[in-house]
């Protein structure tokens, strides 16, 4: 039964999609608040690894088994970048003495200026799924765009803080990360009312291009 129904072009799996644009918007938030400088830090780490991480890896592996390799690449992607980021967050506050990777980073210069490769290697990655994204609807090329935006401006600010410029960069780029928060989560609350309706509710918007 299951084999005709998929046959026919229905799947018995629910859409993935909107789980991982809310894990991705909310952790974006938070992390983001913070570089923006209302959000007190530390608050984000937790998120990071659990739900932005592997909540959003989760979906990534669950658009695997509704054949979506865009959703499949893009969440396990953003959720490992979350397991990354928070993980590394952990070792470098860490102060066991077998931590190395917390003496590696002692220098401030030095950290930020690894967060900024770190930001540079995804958004290289983002690069072309943006470019992909714009064959699907308006509302994720928007997400990944306002992404990109994002990781280069805070690319920008970690390699000028490293070289003790002021911390301006990193704020607007943080200003830019909330726009994509509520980009995401937007794209995210149209893919739920939209997976409950029989026709869209929620506008996501056409393909730029396909």
Do not use: C
């Amino acid at each position: 039964m299951a084999e005709a129904t998929e046959e026919r072009g229905f799947s018995r799996v629910a859409d993935p999609a909107p789980l991982g644009l809310a894990a991705f918007a909310l952790t974006t938030f938070l992390l983001s608040g913070h570089n923006a400088t209302f959000i007190p830090d530390g608050i984000w780490v937790g998120v990071a690894i659990i739900y932005g991480g592997l909540i959003q890896l989760l979906a990534g592996m669950w658009e695997f088994r509704n054949r979506n390799v865009f959703g499949a690449t893009a969440f396990s992607t953003y959720g490992g970048f979350w397991l990354a980021l928070g993980g590394f967050v952990v070792l470098i506050s860490s102060n066991t003495t077998l931590n190395s990777v917390n003496g590696a980073f002692k220098d401030p210069a030095q950290l930020n200026n690894a967060l900024a490769w770190f930001l540079i290697a995804f958004a290289i990655f983002n690069t072309y799924m943006v470019l992909w994204a714009s064959r699907l609807n308006l509302a994720t090329f928007a997400v990944f765009l306002a992404l990109e935006i994002t990781e280069i401006m805070l690319a920008i600010g970690f390699f000028l803080v490293a070289h003790g410029h002021s911390a301006y960069w990193l704020h607007a780029g943080g200003w830019a990360g909330i726009v994509t928060a509520a980009i995401a989560w937007y794209a995210s609350a149209a893919g739920v009312v939209n997976g409950m309706s029989p026709k869209p509710v929620v506008p996501v918007g056409r393909p730029l291009w396909s």
